[in-house]
């Protein structure tokens, strides 16, 4: 469909598409980053530049992971409650806000190593990560469609 002006990526269903496929493939090639990074250098010899690019790469390496689990898991609960009756049936998590959730999932991990990095991970620090990230999905599951 040709719209005057400017022509979308969703008129040709490239982003709903792509996206899984595009995480997919980044997610990979952070795994090899990380792990390349981790096999050949230490903390001494990496320093400050390294740290940043071990600590992205495990982002957006846990970011694919439980995008994709997340994903998989709605459809599999989608698929299994067919069966049972209720007034309004369950629809699968589209691969989008599959990937909205894990992109705020995936910084509790990488928080709490920073966090034991510069100190110890206490009781605390662990309530004020669960914290962030119940506002944080609260607010996903509010103002994302």
Do not use: N, W
């Not at 995480?23 to 390349?36: F, K, P, W």
């Not at 250098?41 to 997340?70: N, R």
């Not at 599999?76 to 007034?87: E, G, Y």
């Not at 990095?117 to 206490?122: A, D, Q």
């Amino acid at each position: 469909m040709y719209r005057s002006g400017s022509i979308s990526f969703h008129d040709y269903g490239i982003v709903t598409g792509m996206l899984p496929r595009i995480v997919t493939t980044v997610s990979v090639v952070s795994l090899a980053v990380l792990l390349t990074l981790v096999t050949f250098t230490t903390p001494a010899t990496a320093g400050p530049l390294g740290l940043l690019a071990i600590f992205i790469s495990a982002y957006v390496f846990l970011v694919g992971v439980i995008s994709l689990f997340l994903s998989a898991a709605s459809r599999l609960i989608a698929f299994f409650s067919v069966s049972l009756a209720t007034s309004r049936p369950i629809y699968p998590l589209p691969f989008k806000r599959a990937y909205y959730y894990s992109s705020v999932l995936a910084m509790a991990p990488v928080m709490l190593i920073g966090l034991q990095s510069v100190g110890s991970v206490g009781l605390y620090e662990i309530i004020l990560v669960i914290a962030f990230e119940v506002v944080a999905c609260v607010y996903i599951s509010r103002r994302i469609p």
